[in-house]
């Protein structure tokens, strides 16, 4: 095992797919000269050339739609978003083109392609850059949702995104970047899309996460061991697919549940996998199950606003506490 | 700098159009065989449609012959073609069969996207016709990025990507015809420019012409009169040679006219034309009766033959009418097939609670 950030864990996985594979390319705003807005593709220009680490202009919707006809055409390109924020200007060819490519061409054009940058709030950069994006291209047939919360996972989680044959939106978390993990040495380490990972283990309740919130639920896991509350702490890193046998024995084995996640509460990732677990385990439950989200505002810029906007720890205790009825 | 110009060969009147565009006799007929074909593919389509057979959108190309046969006929198998939706004969100019397209108006399962894409999103990976895309300009980041892997890999292949006019006011337009100028990619950006969006003439929604569109972004611009089969032919004869030489991207306005309404849920004119402009336009600016009148002056073909090549183009419409009329549905298994290229062997994808595991049946 070696320690790296979760930024080198990327850089590496990126790295080692363009070896393994010349039609990987990355192309995106900075991504060459500037090795990257947040380093991820740190020299990588000079190992493979600018001909595969592509200085994008910024024209989020152009260049997009470039890599899906590169895709189309045989190639496996990784288009980065500098922010998933700037990707709402390419979301028609994420969705319109990407994703339905395959089911209306009826198999004759499969898609391997894989959008990825940072995704939800960082620090004070208010409305326009803080926002998890999840939803909106989960929401879409034929378009899968990865979300790596550590070093590790977003290593063998990348590794796997450009070889799936695909789209699939990549969702890193800019705070996340600078965090230290074991990742194994293994060059050909692949973590299968669609499969959840127990990152904490207890018996009185499930906290079902993905992404960055992994790390509150984490913390208000340790909270509530210091009240003898033991905590499951399921971490999804897919959206789609989504490994629903994980989430169907954590919460049969402890009856309740809440999930956390970085995004606005309507239509979230949470009213979903809520509604698939009253469907599939309804007599499992002793509580219903409850949803902590970001508050359904767009984010405010004053850091005191800020803190109250996003989900933390205190909330997560908060709603455990509700569904153990304390 | 970007340059504007005419590349249309003009030079003695006394020669004769074929002689004067380098086109043999054959070749003359071929693409008169070709037009033929396609008007006759697209009234069956018409005739479909009326009686239910068709259904959605459905915009046909009918007067826009020449811009199909001209432009595709001096491409080679591995060039690609692309797109938007008012695209059946440019998918039959490609290679693809009569029967294929037509089963796919008809929502067929041998249609071309075995009835899953319709009018609007006829595929054929085989002959390199990329699609059929739905939203106006779409298609032309995506023909960028074809053009970026013929670059990628070194090879010489060319892309045409048709678009109408209204496609040029579109933000991705702009945004791809930067990047292939900045990477000189093998494309040719095609505005089948017949004057109106829908029912909005051009001339209401752009204060510049369009041949000057791609002027800021060093493409070189270039009017053709698209109703001229043999012109747009030799156009784009020689410009699919520059561009597979290096030339880089090239952007032509391929001056058209639509005879029809623009879907077929559209009036043919009304608040937006006049009906004597389309009747003076059908009357001036036929692409197959500019054709017959210059074979005909040139001694090339007869009114006899010129019959057969029309009953033949008939016959082509109908058998292709009648294998989609006898072609199956698609079956219910169809429904969830193809949505994933890869179903991971963990996690589920299908979300609908239909099935056991949340999808199929």
């Known amino acids: 095992m070696a320690v790296m950030t979760y930024r080198e864990a990327l850089n590496e996985a990126l790295r080692e797919e363009m070896e393994r594979d010349p039609d990987v390319f990355l192309m995106g705003e900075e991504v060459a000269q500037y090795d990257g807005a947040y380093k991820v593709s740190k020299g990588l220009l000079d190992q493979f050339g600018d001909q595969r680490v592509v200085d994008s202009p910024i024209s989020e919707l152009g260049f997009t739609g470039l890599g899906v006809g590169a895709a189309m055409a045989g190639l496996r390109p990784v288009i980065e978003f500098m922010t998933f924020n700037f990707a709402f200007l390419a979301i028609d060819q994420v969705i319109n083109s990407a994703a339905k490519m395959y089911y209306m061409s009826e198999g004759q054009f499969p898609m391997p392609i894989v959008f990825r940058g940072p995704t939800g709030a960082a620090l004070q950069l208010s409305a326009q850059h803080s926002q998890a994006c999840e939803t909106y291209y989960s929401h879409a047939p034929g378009c899968k949702v990865v979300t790596p919360g550590t070093p590790a996972d977003a290593k063998g989680l990348l590794k796997a995104a450009i070889r799936d044959n695909d789209p699939v939106a990549f969702m890193e978390g800019e705070l996340l970047y600078n965090l230290k993990g074991e990742v194994p040495d293994d060059d050909d380490f692949v973590i299968p899309l669609g499969v959840a990972d127990l990152k904490h283990e207890g018996d009185d309740v499930s906290i079902i996460t993905h992404g960055k919130m992994i790390h509150v639920a984490l913390q208000a896991a340790q909270k509530l061991e210091k009240d003898g509350i033991h905590a499951d702490v399921l971490d999804l890193r897919t959206i789609r697919p989504l490994d629903m046998d994980a989430i169907l024995a954590t919460v049969r084995k402890t009856n309740r549940a809440v999930y956390v996640e970085e995004g606005w509460p309507y239509a979230g990732t949470g009213a979903q996998i809520v509604s698939m677990i009253q469907e599939e385990a309804f007599d499992d439950l002793d509580a219903p199950v409850l949803r902590v989200t970001q508050a359904d505002i767009p984010m405010p810029y004053a850091k005191n606003l800020e803190i109250l906007a996003k989900p933390s720890a205190n909330h997560v205790v908060e709603a455990v506490n509700k569904v153990l009825y304390r | ?361």
């Open chain 2, 1 to 361: 700098m970007a340059e504007t110009k005419t590349k249309a060969r003009k030079s003695s009147k006394k020669t004769d159009p074929l002689t004067r565009f380098g086109i043999s006799e054959e070749l003359a007929l071929d693409l008169m065989r070709d037009m033929l074909l396609y008007r006759r593919f697209e009234e069956k389509a018409e005739e479909a449609y009326a009686i239910g057979k068709i259904g959605g959108f459905c915009h046909l190309h009918i007067g826009q012959e020449g811009a199909a046969a001209g432009t595709i006929k001096p491409l080679r198998d591995d060039d690609y073609v692309m797109s938007a939706y008012r695209e059946h004969t440019q998918a039959l100019a490609k290679g693809v069969t009569p029967k294929a397209v037509m089963a796919e108006l008809y929502g067929r399962a041998d249609g071309a996207s075995g009835g899953k894409g319709g009018s609007m999103h006829i595929f054929d990976a085989k002959t390199r016709f990329m699609g059929g895309h739905g939203i106006v300009g779409g298609q032309v980041p995506l023909a960028t990025g074809i053009g970026w892997k013929i670059k990628y890999r070194a090879e010489d292949s060319v892309v045409i990507v048709y678009m109408g006019d209204a496609a040029v006011n579109q933000g991705g337009f702009h945004e791809a015809l930067n990047m292939a100028a900045i990477w000189q990619l093998p494309v040719i950006y095609v505005v089948e420019n017949n004057a109106y969006g829908m029912g909005t003439a051009f001339s209401r929604v752009s204060t510049t012409d369009m041949v000057d569109k791609s002027r800021a972004h060093g493409i070189p611009g270039h009017s053709v009169n698209g109703q001229d089969v043999l012109e747009t032919y030799a156009f784009f004869r020689d410009l699919a040679a520059e561009v597979r030489t290096g030339a880089g991207p090239q952007f032509i306005d391929l001056r058209t006219y639509r005879f029809r309404g623009h879907s077929m849920s559209d009036p043919v004119s009304g608040t937006y034309r006049s009906v004597e402009e389309v009747e003076r336009a059908k009357e001036e600016l036929d692409p197959i009766a500019m054709l017959r009148d210059t074979l005909m002056d040139a001694g090339v073909i007869d009114q006899a033959a010129l019959q057969d090549l029309d009953q033949e183009a008939r016959q082509l419409a109908q058998e292709a009418a009648d294998f989609a009329d006898a072609s199956p549905l698609p079956g219910p298994e169809a429904l969830y097939a193809h949505v994933w290229a890869e179903v991971n062997p963990n996690g589920r994808l299908f979300f609908d609670g239909r099935g056991a595991q949340g999808g199929p049946p």
